[in-house]
């Protein structure tokens, strides 16, 4: 069993940076590929980014290529989405989640989901 807990998702203004930061319990953290997805009002939840669980392996979103960076730190039980150049249409509900593999995470296949943070860019 694993429970994730996102943070540091607030207001930022265009162009402004964020880092969110998904603590995961459980001894089996490190096993897992870790994943950041968000939802918008009215959309339905897509993929961000991925990183495999020895950190080998990164996968992005086209729309946050370049502008996003996942990093996992096993010892803390932790995955980061550094955002910069944010964007207004970056607006949304920030989700980590904990899969088997980039491809079933790609697939928005995961085995454990967070609550979810809160991401509003203003314009």
């Known amino acids: 069993q694993v429970q994730l807990v996102e943070s540091g998702g607030g207001l930022v203004q265009a162009g402004g940076s964020l880092r969110l930061s998904c603590a995961a319990s459980?001894?089996?953290?490190?096993?897992?590929?870790m994943g950041w997805f968000r939802q918008a009002p009215g959309k339905e939840r897509e993929f961000v980014a991925a990183?495999?669980?020895?950190?080998?392996?990164?996968y992005y979103a086209d729309s946050v290529k370049g502008r996003f960076t996942i990093s996992r730190d096993n010892a803390k039980n932790t995955v980061y989405l550094q955002m910069n150049s944010l964007k207004p249409e970056d607006t949304a509900v920030y989700y980590c989640?904990?899969?088997?593999?980039?491809?079933?995470?790609?697939?928005?296949?995961?085995?454990?989901w967070g609550q979810g943070t809160q991401v509003t860019v203003s314009s």
């Open positions: 990183i495999s669980w020895s950190a080998d392996n990164r």
């Open positions: 459980g001894r089996t953290f490190s096993s897992y590929t």
């Open positions: 989640a904990a899969a088997r593999s980039i491809a079933t995470m790609t697939k928005r296949i995961a085995d454990y």
